[in-house]
């Protein structure tokens, strides 16, 4: 397994990839709300951007249809959009969207509330991103690639939720996915040590029920077994001798 660990020049362009993938996220967010179709998300997601002069590097990755997966309620990741399925109130929705500046990656995914959502589903959203922030607390040279995975774990557990096992986060650079893979729930083994230079991207999958996952017949959408609630948050981080940059955040 070889990881890249980036330039000085190469840092600067995934910085600036990030910047633009934060600008793609909070305008797509005030898109959300009910009555919209998924298409409808994607169709605008696409347009932000293009007009970035960025390429969205999902569209055709290996022969995925869109520019933005959007998955709602029960559907963990990988949703296809379609001009057929409205976002009503109260629904939950995950837009995961990533670019291509000039060569440079990134990738990010929000779950948002459409209209007003139930208690339940607002805390799975909260507790969802905030194992992210719990995890990237050992996204620090020097420690282990499997430190993360086992901070999202202890936190999330305790809710009672279930962390995605069939998914996991991933290096990015001049490719989406590149090594090392990164499980969202404990390792027995340390993994790799981390070094300043990696760009990373971590993205906790969490149900309220059951950890176990399925396939729909178009091959992509993931759905949770049980039918439960399932939401996801990713950001694009590069690793450093301190804190870690998130790099699709303002
Ligand atoms: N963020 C997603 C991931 O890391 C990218 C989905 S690839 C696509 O798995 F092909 F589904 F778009
Ligand atoms: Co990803």
Redesign the pocket.
């Given at each position: 397994m070889a990881v890249s660990i980036k330039s000085a020049r190469e840092i600067e362009l995934m910085r600036e990839a990030g910047r633009l993938l934060a600008e793609v996220h909070e305008e797509l967010g005030k898109a959300i709300k009910p009555g919209i179709s998924t298409m409808d998300i994607d169709v605008i997601g696409e347009k932000l951007i293009r007009e970035r002069d960025c390429v969205p590097n999902?569209l055709h990755?290996?022969g995925?249809p869109a520019s933005i997966?959007v998955s709602v309620n029960d559907e963990v990741?990988?949703g296809i959009p379609s001009k057929k399925r409205i976002l009503k109130e109260g629904d939950i929705v995950s837009l995961?969207a990533?670019l291509i500046y000039k060569g440079y990656h990134s990738?990010a995914?929000r779950t948002h509330g459409v209209g007003q959502i139930s208690p339940q589903a607002q805390k799975l959203i909260d507790v969802t991103k905030q194992s992210f922030f719990e995890g990237i607390k050992y996204a620090v040279a020097g420690k282990h690639l499997y430190d993360i995975s086992n901070a999202i774990d202890a936190y999330v557990t305790p809710f009672g939720y279930s962390i995605v096992r069939d998914?996991v986060g991933?290096g990015i650079g001049t490719k989406?996915?590149e090594d090392p893979q990164i499980p969202n729930f404990a390792q027995r083994r340390k993994g790799i040590q981390l070094q300043a230079g990696m760009t990373l991207?971590i993205?906790p999958m969490i149900n309220i029920g059951r950890s176990d996952v399925e396939w729909l017949a178009d091959d992509?959408t993931v759905v949770t077994e049980d039918g439960t609630l399932s939401a996801h948050y990713?950001n694009t981080i590069l690793i450093t001798d301190g804190e870690p940059e998130i790099l699709t955040m303002f």
């Amino acid at each position: 397994m070889a990881v890249s660990i980036k330039s000085a020049r190469e840092i600067e362009l995934m910085r600036e990839a990030g910047r633009l993938l934060a600008e793609v996220h909070e305008e797509l967010g005030k898109a959300i709300k009910p009555g919209i179709s998924t298409m409808d998300i994607d169709v605008i997601g696409e347009k932000l951007i293009r007009e970035r002069d960025c390429v969205p590097n999902f569209l055709h990755y290996n022969g995925y249809p869109a520019s933005i997966c959007v998955s709602v309620n029960d559907e963990v990741v990988h949703g296809i959009p379609s001009k057929k399925r409205i976002l009503k109130e109260g629904d939950i929705v995950s837009l995961d969207a990533g670019l291509i500046y000039k060569g440079y990656h990134s990738d990010a995914a929000r779950t948002h509330g459409v209209g007003q959502i139930s208690p339940q589903a607002q805390k799975l959203i909260d507790v969802t991103k905030q194992s992210f922030f719990e995890g990237i607390k050992y996204a620090v040279a020097g420690k282990h690639l499997y430190d993360i995975s086992n901070a999202i774990d202890a936190y999330v557990t305790p809710f009672g939720y279930s962390i995605v096992r069939d998914l996991v986060g991933h290096g990015i650079g001049t490719k989406l996915h590149e090594d090392p893979q990164i499980p969202n729930f404990a390792q027995r083994r340390k993994g790799i040590q981390l070094q300043a230079g990696m760009t990373l991207a971590i993205e906790p999958m969490i149900n309220i029920g059951r950890s176990d996952v399925e396939w729909l017949a178009d091959d992509w959408t993931v759905v949770t077994e049980d039918g439960t609630l399932s939401a996801h948050y990713e950001n694009t981080i590069l690793i450093t001798d301190g804190e870690p940059e998130i790099l699709t955040m303002f």
